[in-house]
Nanobody, 118 residues
Framework: QVQLVESGGGLVQPGGSLRLSCAAS????????MAWYRQAPGKQRELVSS???????NYADSVKGRFTISRDNAKNTVFLQMSGLKPEDTAVYYC????????????WGQGTQVTVSS
């Protein structure tokens, strides 16, 4: 069982920045893959960015060059630094963990709201 708690969401103006945090109850150094997803009203949940245990990173095309995923293994926390925010980035952002790539079990946080508006 892995518990994930997101924080750092809020209201920001277009062009602004936010940093989301995801604190895990387990050692993230051993977790196969962690990721950030988002879901806007009326839309499907989509992958924003992911990072594997080995450090492989990928981003959705819509956020490349603006968002950066990172992790602090000592704090069991994954971050999503978001800059150049656009109104279309408005969504609930969810943290995701897939601890073992041989076991199809994953975990989600409760989500944090990000609203980009002037």
């Amino acid at each position: 069982q892995v518990q994930l708690v997101e924080s750092g969401g809020g209201l920001v103006q277009p062009g602004g920045s936010l940093r989301l945090s995801c604190a895990a109850s387990a050692s993230i150094a051993t977790i196969y893959r962690m990721a950030w997803y988002r879901q806007a009203p009326g839309k499907q949940r989509e992958l924003v960015s992911s990072i594997t245990r080995e450090g492989s990173i990928n981003y959705a095309d819509s956020v490349k060059g603006r968002f950066t995923i990172s992790r602090d293994n000592a704090k069991n926390t994954v971050f999503l630094q978001m800059s150049g925010l656009k109104p279309e980035d408005t969504a609930v952002y969810y943290c995701y963990a897939w601890p073992n790539n041989y076991i199809p079990q994953n975990y989600w946080g409760q989500g944090t709201q990000v609203t980009v508006s002037s």
